[in-house]
T-cell receptor, first 113, second 114 residues
Framework: DQQVKQNSPSLSVQEGRISILNCDYT??????FLWYKKYPAEGPTFLIS?????DKNEDGRFTVFLNKSAKHLSLHIVPSQPGDSAVYFC????????????FGTGTRLTVIP | DGGITQSPKYLFRKEGQNVTLSCEQNLNHDAMYWYRQDPGQGLRLIYY???????QKGDIAEGYSVSREKKESFPLTVTSAQKNPTAFYLC?????????????FGDGTRLSIL
């Protein structure tokens, strides 16, 4: 049973515009959410995270929004750059003590120059 | 440079053979993890370890084994009991101090069957 879902397998955006990647989760015990970026044949790179006590966290061009009532989070990238083209994974964890992460299936972002 | 090193990058296994994937970290992280990624899927947890000489099964531990004899090292053995071992394997580590610590990943090992 997939507890973290990314329903859009791909997204194309023009350079300079905003990219919005979405993620839904089902487990209300999740209290920490992360976004990772992955290039082919490489490991995921941590991008940004948010705790459940917040509804927004910003780091440069990247902002993550959390809507706990809807069990939904999103990653905004603005302005989008061609180097942002990658697969983006959403992940979540609960209070297991081991920071075990549950991953979505990823969204492939293509930024068109 | 601190980081996580996985080796080899590519590995081939014959039928009935056990193979071991290496994972070393110099980040002084307490916890280490092994994930498997299949095409079009997210990462699934195989095993994790919070402390030396202790490890726990993840969601898909069958056919795999691990050891944690040193804080820096968390090798994964894919045994002959794993009937579908072809996948991209990722090792990760994180701090355990406090909560909400991101996991940091190595660059993975791609395992294929001959």
């Amino acid at each position: 049973d997939q507890q973290v879902k990314q329903n859009s397998p791909s997204l194309s955006v023009q350079e300079g515009r905003i990219s919005i990647l979405n993620c839904d989760y089902t487990n209300s015990m999740f209290d920490y959410f992360l976004w990772y970026k992955k290039y082919p044949a490489e490991g995921p790179t941590f991008l940004i995270s948010i705790s459940s006590i917040k509804d927004k966290n910003e780091d440069g061009r990247f902002t993550v929004f959390l809507n706990k009532s809807a069990k939904h989070l999103s990653l905004h990238i603005v302005p989008s750059q061609p180097g942002d083209s990658a697969v983006y994974f959403c992940a979540a964890s609960g209070q297991t003590g081991a920071n075990n992460l549950f991953f979505g299936t990823g969204t492939r972002l293509t930024v068109i120059p | 440079d601190g980081g996580i090193t996985q080796s080899p990058k590519y590995l081939f296994r014959k039928e009935g053979q056990n193979v071991t994937l290496s994972c070393e970290q110099n980040l002084n992280h307490d916890a280490m993890y092994w994930y498997r990624q299949d095409p079009g899927q997210g990462l699934r947890l195989i095993y994790y370890s919070q402390i030396v000489n202790d490890f726990q099964k993840g969601d898909i531990a069958e056919g795999y084994s691990v050891s944690r004899e040193k804080k820096e090292s968390f090798p994964l053995t894919v045994t002959s009991a794993q009937k579908n071992p072809t996948a991209f394997y990722l090792c990760a580590s994180s701090r355990l101090l406090g909560s909400n610590q991101p996991q940091h990943f190595g660059d993975g090992t791609r395992l294929s069957i001959l």
